[in-house]
């Protein structure tokens, strides 16, 4: 990828046009199933083009409860695009909402002071509920939930990979009835960085002056973009992330803990107490993070199988060396 990035053919983007770019671009259109494609430096100013291009000021949109956008963006669909987020409960399932919550949320046109509900935030996979993967049926439902209250769809799909090889299915399968989506060439797929955000030719336009507007305009961009079109060549690669993850669940469970069974790549563990379990995986030389009150465990190419072996050997059973929590006195 190094080799690749160092021999790129490359232009000016922000001027006239980087071809490598170019190439990258239209091919994750394609696999897409859209229009155009725009590169951007990060997914979350991906997620954050396509809301300012979908809301103006005194509009709301709706997104599945702990989504990225909501929770891990800090506040620009609101502070920057100007809407106002309302959060959907997960209804379906851990990480799902249902077309009938869209259609109750989305409501009827209410007088000339309220909030105007015009879009709907679809995250696939959800990351803060574990990877969870919305299947084609469930997303289709969703997509024709929005069109019947008029809304427009984006479909943050920063994972949308993991999604795809879980399901056996072309990314194109999870992005019917969408009007933008943006998808990470960095998660999982070995990309230093990048992000790609698509729409019809019209929003790729209009997302090309809100890049630059948000300081997103590079040069020589080939260089980034030959590392994003061998990263895409990777895909298919995930379904051996999810069998490691698969296989780090089992084996913590089989050592006592509490774990969720992963649906891709993230196995979050539910500990007694999340701060001495933290101190605990530190010591024994694992690191992981907290999130939402769990731990959040993530395997990618660079953790192999003999690296899951000795996690668990590391971590050992649930008992080995607990700190029980302090009660008050």
Known sequence: MRAAMATAEVGDDVLDGD????????????????????????????????????????????????????????????????????????????????????????????????????????????????????????????????????????????????ASVALELPPAALTVGVDTVQVCLSKGLGAPVGSVVAGSAEFVEEARRLRKMLGGGVRQGGVLAAAGLLALDNVERLAEDHEKAARLAAGLADRGWRVTEPATNIVLLSPADLPSTLRRLEQAGVLAGPMGGQVRFVTHADVSQGDIDAVLARIGPVDAGVTAPRRPA
């Open 19 to 162: 071809p490598t770019m170019r190439e990258l671009q239209e091919r994750v259109a394609g696999m897409l199933g859209m229009q155009d494609a725009l590169w951007v430096p990060s997914g979350s100013m991906g997620n954050l083009i396509a809301l300012t291009a979908h809301l103006r000021r005194g509009d709301a949109f709706l997104a599945p409860a702990g989504a990225h956008v909501l929770d891990a963006e800090l506040g620009t669909a609101a502070w920057i695009a100007g809407g106002m987020p309302r959060p959907l409960p997960h209804d379906a399932a851990p990480g799902k909402i249902s077309a009938s919550a869209v259609l109750r949320a989305a409501g009827q046109p209410g007088p000339y002071y309220t909030l105007r509900t015009t879009l709907l935030c679809l995250e696939n996979t959800h990351m803060a509920a574990g990877g969870v993967v919305t299947e084609a049926d469930e997303h289709a439902a969703l997509a024709a939930a929005a069109r019947r209250a008029r809304l427009k769809v984006h479909l943050d799909g920063a994972r949308l990979w993991h």
